[in-house]
């Protein structure tokens, strides 16, 4: 937290505005409209949420097909299911680990080929890392598909000098308790058109219609953010640049501190691309490193109680996903096979940095002297 947080949270309470509604969430939804440079955000209970209401919107029916991103969290594929469409997954590129415009080409052929035009494209800045979004928005307008972004992971991030969320037809971001920052849980839909947020405001609160007994005309959903939820963003956003450094400190620490290691590879944003860096990631090449895994990294760091997690496993290799459409090749695949999450909370200061770079550096020093014992 902030410090401010407290402060909004105990105004929602002396003004008795403790409900799904009140003067936090209309703030809140104004400053991420203004964060992510759209015109009008509907504040919502969470990042899944936006998506399921960003697809209701763009006219998504059952049965149609719905291009995603494979490499990344299942809350941007699950939606596709809730409305009754299917996805149709694509490989990621390895500069950005984000969608494969080449990828996204093969995937909209697929699905002219069976008659059915894609009804949605859903790119994802996974891990802050905005995606390649010229080439897919040129995709996306070519055929004239929306494009609904997935930002939950990268608020604070720029592409060609624009906010992430800002750059598709729909954003969607989340505030869920590990994310850059936090509403303890809750997203947000983002648009230029303010018709858009207007329509997630009205399904958000179960399409109440407006008359003064309980009318309904289609089906909504009770998705909305409450009021001390927002008093939280408020504080939040006073202090989302601040996060915004610290991760990226946490980013060029490690990077510093492990890029000479054989076999270590950071991502490195590409030109006009600036990731808020929410977690740090890292590639380990087995062929490079003595055969050190990023799995021996992950268990040497456990046994000082010190997490760290394999990246997102691709939706097509998930069971539940199983015999899903694929396009693309094994970029993912081996993302999800040699990636770690190093630890990057906000406050993590230099000594436990250090601690953290001098344990995974040891292993390395441990291999280089067992290979030279072996040599002699
Ligand atoms: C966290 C996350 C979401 C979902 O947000 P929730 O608020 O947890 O529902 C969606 N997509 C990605 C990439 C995420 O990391």
Redesign the pocket.
């Given at each position: 937290m902030g410090g401010n947080e407290q402060k909004y949270v105990e105004e929602a309470f002396a003004t008795n505005w403790v409900a799904p509604l009140g003067p936090h969430v209309d703030a809140f939804a104004q400053q991420l409209a203004a964060q992510t440079g759209t015109t009008a955000a509907a504040a919502l209970s969470?990042?899944?949420?936006?998506?399921h209401l960003a697809l209701i919107i763009a006219g998504v029916q059952p049965g149609d097909y719905v291009i995603c991103q494979s490499m990344?969290?299942c809350?941007?594929a699950n939606p596709i299911r809730y409305v009754g469409a299917e996805p149709v997954f694509v490989d990621s590129e390895p500069e950005t680990w984000n969608m494969d415009p080449e990828a996204l080409k093969e995937a909209i052929a697929f699905c002219l080929k069976q008659g059915k035009k894609p009804a949605a494209i859903i790119p994802?800045?996974?891990y802050g890392m905005p995606a390649r979004m010229n080439e897919i928005l040129e995709l996306a307008r070519q055929y004239e598909i929306p494009v609904i972004e997935?930002a939950?992971?990268a608020l604070g991030s720029t592409y060609m000098g624009k906010p992430c969320g800002g750059l598709g037809d729909m954003g969607?971001l989340?505030?869920?308790g590990?994310?850059i920052i936090t509403t303890s849980?809750?997203?947000a839909l983002v648009s230029n058109r303010p018709e858009d947020a207007a329509r997630a405001r009205f399904l958000s609160t179960q399409a109440r219609e407006a008359a003064p007994h309980y009318q309904h005309e289609v089906i909504g959903y009770n998705y909305r953010m409450s009021n001390i939820c927002a008093g939280i963003g408020r504080g939040q956003m006073e202090v989302l640049a601040e996060r915004v450094a610290q991760r990226r400190a946490n980013h060029n620490f490690y990077r510093e501190a492990l890029a000479d290691l054989p076999g270590m590879r950071f991502l490195v944003e590409p030109e006009g691309f600036f990731s808020n860096f929410w977690l740090t990631t890292v590639l380990v090449d087995p062929s490079l490193s003595g055969g050190i895994t990023r799995e021996q990294i992950r268990l040497e760091l456990e046994r000082y109680n010190i997490e760290s997690r394999p990246l997102?496993k691709p939706m097509h290799l998930q069971p539940v996903y199983e015999g899903t459409p694929y396009f693309g090749g094994d970029v993912a695949a081996r993302l999800f096979e040699n990636g770690l999450c190093l630890p990057s909370g906000s406050n993590l200061d230099t000594a436990d940095r250090s601690r953290i770079a001098e344990l995974i550096r040891g292993l390395w020093v441990s291999e280089t002297s067992r290979l030279n014992h072996a040599h002699v």
């Open positions: 969470s990042g899944t949420a936006a998506l990344t969290f809350a941007s994802v800045h996974l997935d939950a992971e969607i989340s505030f869920n590990n994310k849980g809750g997203g997102w």
